[in-house]
């Protein structure tokens, strides 16, 4: 077999004739982004050949010259039958950056949720039992006793008792003289046993609540004695340099191999994460019992191993909605084996468990007469809209411009992005604000909104987004048709270099922020109501904790309503995943949301399309849906 070496690193391995150049990097363990999942479109991850054989289709992305010198893109290169030597450029992470700490946040859960826990709330609890010592007449097992027991605290069900459990049962029956603790998962039919140790050891019981996100993963440590919060933790989800987007990834899991690897990431990124808040807080791995977790139907399928390729192709069905209760030695990720795992209900190809856990926390959308809309903005825009009659819901494809991805210098909010950026009218010059008040290294989602709201308003920019070619400013720098913006020079910047936004990086915001206000105006036309009738706007995940409203309805990213309408509810996915954690009250309505929900799919939808056309100016091309922005411009003020 030809052997693939790779420089600068000085890692080789050997692969079949035929193989993508993409896939032996990833055999070899080097490290390359392809942020379209691999299928040619990014032009991202450029190799050079050194030496060797091989066959490409690069041309018509990459230019004859480049082809000449030997550049080819990975994904588009197949390795033939000699050995070959392959220069790789190192990686940087466009959308880097450390995360602010998290232990700080204030993570609290409903009041209503801390006061009204019952017995058996829990996804799984720690019950104390003193079983009868065996007796010679009686005939009983270890297995009956501790049965019998089990029953008198709640209705007769059937009790399933792993042969894990039965192996040190009867030395946990005789250690502390029939007094133990069980660790049961308790359904409508039957109780699952976790564990029978013995002694009292209710005090020490923990969970997690997790939230898999297409860009980042959040972990949570819940203390379920106490339903308390220990510690929350965030970093990036590790899929993402197999593509920056849910098509990207499912665009890379075409293969069984690519699958496993997809899977392997992202639970090395939940497992490195529990490691964290449990470490921090001296808690050891199998004393966590349960875990909840919320992701997006597509996150969910690689997490499991699922096939994703049916969420993408027309009539866009997924593996399952519903995800049976699952061990955590099933699923891969590195707490108790025995610990039950609810991996919360989808509704659609790209609605999932992110949104129906995310409900709960939105003061409660579905019992409300007036209309609200839901609206969790990220990579992708899922949307909730109406009322204790009807829940509607959509999803569109934001791609990862409000995460720093698709942006030159562009980064997650994390510590030294830009998030505020106000532009001097005269000059052009942007004055910035960073997360965590050092020198910027990157700019942010929230930080682009700003830096367009204000060239917009100052009149750098146009409605198209393009820099104003009549008027002169030392920060814009103008080569032909293309046009770059200096927001912060090379000699104020943490990054050693400039930081600029080009005209594509604002093309980039402009089609994000319209798929988000088209899927919305589709949203309320399906229910044949305008923009007015809106009664509240709940704005949830981590991009909308740094929203400035008046800015994102600038650009037109959200209606042009009155601003009391709006509330931030902050990572509304993690938060529900909790509840889902601690209460069977949220388990049951979590479920009961996502059955209630009707899906609409917008890409079998003209009208979508014709919306996103729309709105593809700033703010949009009917000044009419934007009053106040209309306003503010024609007088030559700020809005």
Known sequence: MPKVFFQPSGQSVEVIAGTSLLDATRMAGVEMDAPCGGDGSCGQCIVRIDSGHYETDSLGILPESAAKKGYVLACRTQVLDSAVTVEVPELIGRIGGKFVEDEDVDWQIHADLLTDQRPGEPLVE???????????????????????????????????????VLRSLAEA??????????????????????????????????????DVGTTTVAVQLVSLSSAGVLATRTDYNAQISCGLDVIS????????????????????????????????????????????????????????????????????????????????????????????????????????????????????????ESLSLFMDIGTNGELVIGNHDFLITCACSAGPAFEGGGIEHGMRAALGAIEQADIDPATGVATVRTIGGGKPVGICGSGMISLLAGLYRTGWIDRAGKFSRTRSSSVIRINGRRAHYVVVPEDESGAGKAIIVTELDIENVIRAKAAIYSAISMLLQHVGVGMERIGTVFIAGGFGRFLDL????????????????????????????????????????????????????????????????????????????????RAATSQGKEC
């Open 173 to 210: 029956l005789r250690g502390e003289d029939g007094n133990v603790t069980v660790t049961l998962c308790r359904t409508t039919t039957s109780d699952y046993v976790i564990d029978v140790e013995p002694g009292d050891c209710t005090a020490r019981h923990f969970g997690l609540a997790v």
């Open 126 to 164: 720690k019950i104390q039992y003193t079983v009868p010592q065996p007796q010679l007449e009686d005939g009983l097992s270890d297995l009956d006793r501790l049965t019998r027991c089990i029953e008198k605290d709640g209705e007769r069900r059937e009790l399933n008792c792993p042969v894990s």
């Open 249 to 368: 990834r499912i665009n890379y899991a075409r293969t069984p191999d690519r699958r496993e690897e997809l899977r392997i990431r992202v639970l090395s990124t939940i497992n490195n994460l529990i490691r964290k808040v449990a470490g921090n807080h001296d808690v050891k791995s199998d004393e966590i019992r349960a875990a909840v977790i919320a992701g997006n139907t597509t996150m969910m399928h690689l997490l499991l191993g699922l096939n994703p390729e049916y969420i993408r192709l027309e009539p866009y069905t997924p593996t399952v909605h519903e995800v049976p209760l699952l061990s955590a030695e099933e699923v891969g990720i590195h707490i108790h084996p025995r610990s039950r795992i609810l991996i919360c209900p989808s509704v659609g190809s790209y609605v999932g468990g992110d949104i129906t856990a995310g409900l709960l926390i939105a003061n409660s959308v579905d019992e409300r």
């Open 550 to 629: 008046e800015q994102a309805i600038t650009i037109g990213l959200i209606p042009d309503i009155p601003r009391e309408k709006y509330r931030y509810v902050g990572n509304s996915s993690l938060m529900g995943a909790s509840g889902a954690l601690i209460s069977r009250r949220y388990r049951e309505r979590m479920l009961e949301l996502s059955r209630r929900m009707t899906y609409v799919e917008l890409n079998t939808s003209p009208e979508y399309m014709h919306q996103y056309t729309g709105a593809l100016f700033l703010p949009h091309t009917d000044m009419d849906l934007f009053p106040s922005v």
